[in-house]
């Protein structure tokens, strides 16, 4: 099994910054990788596949970069609705897993 | 509307059964891979089962022989059999659509909550 961890657990910023946020694989996934975005009470959302490309309707202040082992989501100029917890997800091999997540919080 | 809308979601007591639905709506649902991912009280997201727009099946090895994911195209739903139900097993289940090639998720549900509780 491939194990995603992600870091820092919380990420303390304020509107207006930019916030890096980090995906490790414990094995090669390429670039077999999705970033989600998930707010309190609502279902995950889709923001970044194939480690850089990001989904229909996704704002270009999110990016994301890496491949093999480690991989970064940047969110250029945090928005008021951008506080949320983050998710990074393998899809090389079975079975998939997720990162712990990433709780961006308001500074 | 494209949509997942998940139901069956109980409070059921340790060793019980359940089914959950998952009726899809907006795309053609039999041209499409579909999984299920659960949550955890204020955990993060582990995935569940897979099913292939075709019917090839996988688990996670922690629910592996106890459950089992089909689908029925001709209803547009899919379904997750849930027994020998553990405290463990107690989260919000999702369902959630692979958008082709890769298994990763474009579309989720908003989720149905299990509670394994006696």
């Known amino acids: 099994e491939i194990v995603m961890t992600q870091s820092p657990a919380t990420l303390s910023v304020s509107p207006g910054e930019r916030a890096t946020l980090s995906c490790r694989a414990s094995q090669s996934v390429s670039s077999n990788l999705a970033w989600y975005q998930q707010k309190p009470g609502q279902a995950p959302r889709l923001l970044i596949y194939?480690?850089?490309t990001r989904a229909s309707g996704i704002p270009a202040r999110f990016s994301g970069s890496g491949s093999g082992t480690e991989f970064t989501l940047t969110i250029s100029s945090l928005q008021s609705e951008d506080f949320a917890v983050y998710y990074c997800?393998?899809?090389?091999?079975?079975?998939?897993?997720f990162g712990g997540g990433t709780k961006v919080e308001i500074k | 509307e494209v949509q997942l809308v998940e139901s069956g979601g109980a409070l059921v007591q340790p060793g019980g059964s359940l089914r959950l639905s998952c009726a899809a709506s907006g795309f053609t649902f039999s041209s499409y891979d579909m999984s299920w991912v659960r949550q955890a009280p204020g955990k993060g997201l582990e995935w569940v089962s897979a099913?292939?727009?075709?019917?090839?099946?996988t688990y996670a090895d922690s629910v592996q022989g106890r459950f089992t994911i089909s689908r029925d195209n001709s209803k547009n739903t899919l379904y997750l059999q849930m027994s020998s139900l553990r405290a463990e097993d107690t989260a919000i289940y999702y369902c959630?659509?692979?958008?082709?090639?890769?298994?990763?998720?474009?579309?989720w549900g908003r989720g149905t909550l299990v509670t394994v509780s006696s």
């Open positions: 959630a659509k692979v958008p082709g090639g890769h298994w990763y998720f474009d579309l």
């Open positions: 997800q393998h899809f090389t091999n079975w079975p998939l897993t």
């Open positions: 194939g480690a850089f």
């Open positions: 099913i292939s727009h075709n019917g090839g099946t």
